[in-house]
């Protein structure tokens, strides 16, 4: 069978179409994951509003997330970081004037 440009445009590298299957599924992950922290973070300011600062609980929570995610945690990363978070915001006492 002879190739014309039209069908010769339709021969794919399957090493080429891997890696962009597997880059797409990455960019998913990443998006779900980030998704997942936004309600968690959302959850735990309304959990612990008038105890501690919506600040705190942010910069809480994203302390978490970096320290899970430099020893390796990735699956599961929002759940991780929703326990260690609440952890160390329970331990915390209320702030003045964070009614």
Do not use: W, Y
């Amino acid at each position: 069978m002879l190739k014309t440009p039209a069908t010769a445009c339709n021969v794919v590298d399957l090493g080429t179409a891997m890696n962009q299957v597997l880059a797409s599924d990455a960019l998913e992950m990443r998006r779900a994951t980030r998704d997942e922290l936004d309600e968690v973070t959302s959850s735990l300011i309304a959990e612990f509003a008038g105890q501690v600062p919506a600040g705190t609980v942010i910069r809480c929570l994203a302390r978490s997330r970096e320290h899970l995610l430099r020893t390796g945690v990735r699956a599961g990363l929002a759940a991780a970081a929703e326990a260690s978070a609440r952890l160390r915001l329970s331990g915390m006492r209320p702030a003045h004037g964070s009614d």
